[in-house]
């Protein structure tokens, strides 16, 4: 889906003062433009190649690798390097998607970004 709003208006502006019959106030014109744009993807990215699970959010994943630095998914993130807080085998729940392929992760020690090169889909088994 792509939407595209765009807007102009303008607003004039005077000097104020006293003006004789022969003149004419001075008026400037200024525009402003807004645009926005939408380009909507869907949430179901593949990962890997073709036969790999597709990530969605609430998908479960399980950590592949340990990041060296851990940023929160706090609304004021946090950058820290990881000291064993997250640990390959942690296996937690996707809550949304950010962009350049990073992903909000809930675990059971908090939310963290993480890049989708340290974990992979959970394969359950039934």
């Known amino acids: 889906m792509f939407v595209s709003l765009s807007s102009t208006a303008y607003k004039p502006f005077s000097s104020t003062g006293i003006f004789s019959r022969n003149q004419r106030p001075n008026v400037q014109f200024r525009s402003v433009v807004t645009r926005c744009e939408v380009n909507e993807q869907p949430l179901d990215v593949g990962l890997g190649g073709e036969g790999a699970s597709k990530l969605s959010i609430g998908s479960p994943i399980v950590i592949t690798e340990a990041p060296k630095m851990l940023k929160t998914a706090a609304s004021v993130p946090c950058l820290r390097?990881?000291?064993?807080?997250?640990?390959?085998g942690d296996v937690g729940r996707i809550v949304s998607r950010k962009p350049m392929n990073v992903w909000a992760i809930r675990l059971s020690i908090g939310t963290y970004l993480v890049d989708e090169k340290y974990f992979k889909p959970l394969q359950l088994e039934e």
């Open 81 to 88: 390097v990881n000291s064993g807080l997250v640990n390959p």
